[in-house]
Each structure stands twice: as C-alpha cells, then as structure tokens.
C-alpha cells in the first residue's frame, strides 16, 4: 500500500502562486511516476503534470511554461510550483502515484485532494 498526503492548497488572486506538495509513505520503492492533477467544477479529472523516479516531465499545454513539477525521491515527496495562476485553475488538486510489483503495474494511489481556489 502506498499513501499520499497532499498540501498547500488555498485561495489567491490571479497571478499569483502557490506550491503544493504530496509526501508518499508505505511501500515507497513500488512507485514510479507520480503526478497532479486537476479536477475542476463540473469537469473530469485532467493531468496537469507527471514525473518520473528519473526525473523526466510532462505538462498538460495549459499549465507549459507556468507550472513546474519536481520531485525529491530522498523525501518520498512531489511538489507542484504553479505561477501566473489563473481562475482556470480553480478546482480540486489530486497527487497520484503509479504503484509497481517489480516490473508489472498494479494500480494507482490517489491523495485526498487539495483545494485551489483562483480569484479573478
């Protein structure tokens, strides 16, 4: 079982930033990519941004160049640096973790949701 708690949600005007972080615990070494991502009002949840254990990123087109994805492996922890926010970006923030048995994928963990709230 691998759990993820994530932080650093809360409300900002347009413009601004927040960092989010998600720290993993439990059998740690079974996981590979982890991600955020953003379930908005009335919507589907999106990918906003993968990482995996060796670093290399993926960002969904609308966050490019404002949002940037890390991760520190040491820490068990991923973080999500998001600038120039826009009230787009409102919605629920879910860590997600792609949890492996040696080399055969077993599912995904998800977190509880962090909430950004972007005022215009």
């Known amino acids: 079982q691998v759990q993820l708690v994530e932080s650093g949600g809360g409300l900002v005007q347009a413009g601004g930033s927040l960092r989010l972080s998600c720290a993993a615990s439990g059998r740690i070494f079974r996981v590979n990519t982890m991600g955020w991502y953003l379930q908005a009002p009335g919507r589907q949840r999106e990918l906003v941004a993968t990482?995996?254990?060796?670093?290399?990123?993926n960002y969904a087109d609308s966050v490019k160049g404002r949002f940037t994805i890390s991760r520190d492996n040491a820490k068990n922890t991923v973080y999500l640096q998001m600038n120039s926010l826009k009230p787009e970006d409102t919605g629920v923030y879910y860590c997600?973790?792609?949890?492996?048995?040696?080399?055969?994928?077993?599912?995904?963990?998800w977190g509880q949701g962090t909430q950004v709230t972007v005022s215009s």
């Open positions: 997600n973790a792609e949890v492996y048995i040696g080399t055969i994928y077993s599912g995904d963990s």
């Open positions: 990482i995996t254990k060796s670093g290399s990123t």
